[in-house]
Structure formats: C-alpha cells, structure tokens
C-alpha cells in the first residue's frame, strides 16, 4: 500500500508567479484535501476535492485552486503569488464520509521570494 | 479567539515522564477529535481519533474528550526519546475541514 506522495519537495518562486503543486493519493482513497501550514501553526484547510469536483473550502482567495483526475491525484494551482503565501503545502488523501482517516504526504516548502 | 487554542509550548521531559498535552475549542459542533504527531519535515501523522466524549488508550497513548468543558487531552505513557515531535490537536464537525491548533512541541531528553 503505498502512501501520499507530493512533489516537489522545495520550490521558490517570486512574488506574482504562479506554481502548481503536485500529489498522489494513498490507495484506495477517493478524496483529496490540501492544507496550508505556516512556520510555527498548524495546518489550515484551502479546500477538498472528492469526484473531481471542490467539496469544500476554506478561507482561501480564488487565486487557490485545484483539480481532482480519474486516479484521484491532485493540483494545487496558486497565481499571483504573495509572500505570504510562503509555507509547506500539505496534500492529505481519505475516504468520502472518514471525517479522521487522513493520510497526509510530507508536503512541498514553498518560499516566495 | 480562535476556534481552536492549543499552548505551543516548547514542552521538555526526561525519557520516562507522563507527558500532558491539551487542546480546548470554541466549536460545539465537532465531533470528531484526533491527535497527529509531526516530525520535522514531514506531514502529519494520525495518533489517535475520537468521536464525541469519552477516553480512547492505544498502547502507551490516552486521548480524552470532555465536551461538556470543550477540552481535549492526550497523554504519553513511559515517554521516549522517539516521542520528540510537534503534536497537533484537530477536530471536525460533518464537513470537510478539520480545524488543528498551533501544535505543541515536545522533546524528550534521555
């Protein structure tokens, strides 16, 4: 059974580009989160995508986005990039109604410089 | 406030000690409530869940939840120098997001 995968695992961009994030579901899986977690806080929720649709969303700008394809990996999409935006985007997979059987990869760095 | 406070410590025990990591929250919907443990550089990784009141043990771990006082507890047996780590409380409702506190770090000395 193989785990989440994300990548990259660094990247840094400058302020007003856009990046797109990468990640492969654990197995069995149907359900994609992506979290946002900033030095020193823990992670917050940018939004879930399950049927390769958004099912939810946090309190992110529309400049975050995302796709969900037929294998369930996933894309992080941030445009015009702000240096806030620096911190380790986390990709977690699940199955639609486990409100806790997150399985989390180790994230992609992003700084924005 | 926010929805869910978690003290950040740093939290420093010698190997052996009962380690007491807390969590309140304002939310009276969640009802789900688990422990992840994060090691540095990596994602976060389930402990322990919950669901609603009550104390759930896995080994040398104890999660408690108290509903009634919105607080929610993890404990750590015979502490270990492998138990050094960030623990990060979360908690949901029916919906999607789970909501983490700051996480607390721990470090365990030998």
């Known amino acids: 059974e193989t785990g989440v995968t994300q990548s990259p695992t660094h990247l840094i961009k400058t302020r007003g580009q856009q990046v797109t994030l990468r990640c492969s579901s654990q197995?069995?899986?149907?359900?994609v989160s992506w979290y946002q977690q900033a030095l020193g806080q823990g992670p917050q929720f940018i939004f879930q995508?399950?049927?390769?649709?958004?099912?939810g969303r946090g309190n992110f700008p529309p400049r975050f986005s995302g796709l969900q394809f037929p294998n369930y990996s996933s894309e992080l999409n941030v445009n015009a990039l702000e240096l806030d935006d620096s911190a380790l985007y986390l990709c977690?997979?699940?199955?639609?109604?486990?409100?806790?059987?997150?399985?989390f990869g180790s994230g992609t760095r992003l700084t924005v410089v | 406030q926010k929805e869910v406070e978690q003290d950040p410590g740093p939290l420093s025990v010698p190997e052996g000690a009962i380690v007491s990591l807390n969590c309140t929250y304002s939310?009276?919907?969640?009802?789900?409530f688990m422990w992840y443990r994060q090691y540095s550089r990596k994602g976060p990784e389930l402990l322990m869940y919950?669901?609603?009141?009550g104390n759930k043990e896995d080994g040398r771990f104890t999660a408690q939840v108290d509903k009634s006082s919105k607080y929610i507890s993890l404990f750590i047996r015979d502490s270990q120098p492998s138990d050094s780590a960030t623990y990060l409380c979360?908690?949901?409702?029916?919906?999607?997001?789970?909501?983490f506190g700051a996480g607390t770090r721990l470090t365990v000395k030998p």
């Open positions: 977690a997979s699940s199955l639609i109604g486990e409100n806790y059987g997150y399985t």
């Open positions: 995508y399950y049927r390769e649709e958004e099912n």
């Open positions: 197995s069995g899986h149907n359900t």
């Open positions: 979360a908690m949901s409702d029916d919906n999607n997001d789970m909501r």
């Open positions: 939310n009276s919907a969640f009802q789900y």
């Open positions: 919950t669901y609603s009141s």
